[in-house]
């Protein structure tokens, strides 16, 4: 079994990145390199399911934040997360955070979702821009690749013409207004994802800071 990527910490070490380029992506999921607490995410601009860009560092500013990415809405793992997390919506807005998921889909297609409030928003990140500077993104093999086009119908962003395709590995952050990351769970393992226990108390430790 694959072993959770799982990093917390209450020590910070100011740092920054820098953006991400094409070349960003691990050849498997176990080989990717999750940002770390302690590191910014860089200024990065992504889409909403209106089409509209959103500036993620100014949504940032606005309150402590709970990142997920996820890696697309026909997957059932990912949709059961996103659900999960939104059972403890109300939870989470009391300590103070908003939620907002990242995945490749197309602004569109984030259009098709019944997640649609104020505290929990959804973006798309359909060139993995942004999966990239986080560090999670992979190249799926070629009959992987083949198998979720053919008997799941995904349109996959395409970084390398047409022989590869991409995805990013499920995540979570926890991160401050300064676009700061104060926590960071990452699993290769699709199926396994964070609980929702372990993200509350992520958050109330970095609200009390």
């Not at 860089?42 to 860009?53: C, F, I, Q, R």
């Not at 940032?60 to 059961?80: D, H, N, Q």
């Amino acid at each position: 079994m694959l072993k959770p990527i799982l990093f917390a910490c209450s020590m910070l070490i100011t740092a920054s990145v820098s953006a991400a380029t094409a070349t960003n992506i691990a050849s498997a999921a176990e080989k990717v390199s999750p940002l770390m607490p302690g590191l910014t995410i860089p200024a990065t601009t992504l889409k909403n399911k209106d089409g509209h860009n959103v500036d993620l560092a100014e949504r940032f500013a606005e309150k402590t934040t709970v990142l997920i990415v996820y890696r697309g809405g026909w997957c059932p793992y990912c949709s059961k997360q996103l659900a999960s997390i939104q059972k403890i919506e109300a939870e989470l807005a009391e300590l103070g955070a908003q939620i907002i998921a990242i995945s490749p889909d197309s602004p569109e297609k984030l259009a098709e979702s019944k997640i649609d409030t104020p505290n929990y928003q959804l973006l798309s990140d359909d060139s993995l821009t942004l999966s990239q500077a986080l560090g999670l993104a992979f190249y799926l093999d070629d009959k992987t690749a083949t198998i979720y086009r053919n008997k799941l119908g995904v349109n996959f962003v395409s970084l390398d013409g047409k022989a590869k395709v991409a995805l990013p590995v499920p995540a979570v952050f926890v991160v401050d207004k300064k676009g700061l990351v104060h926590f960071q769970y990452a699993n290769p393992n699709y199926k396994v994802r964070l609980t929702e226990n372990l993200l509350l108390a992520a958050v109330k430790s970095v609200s009390e800071q």
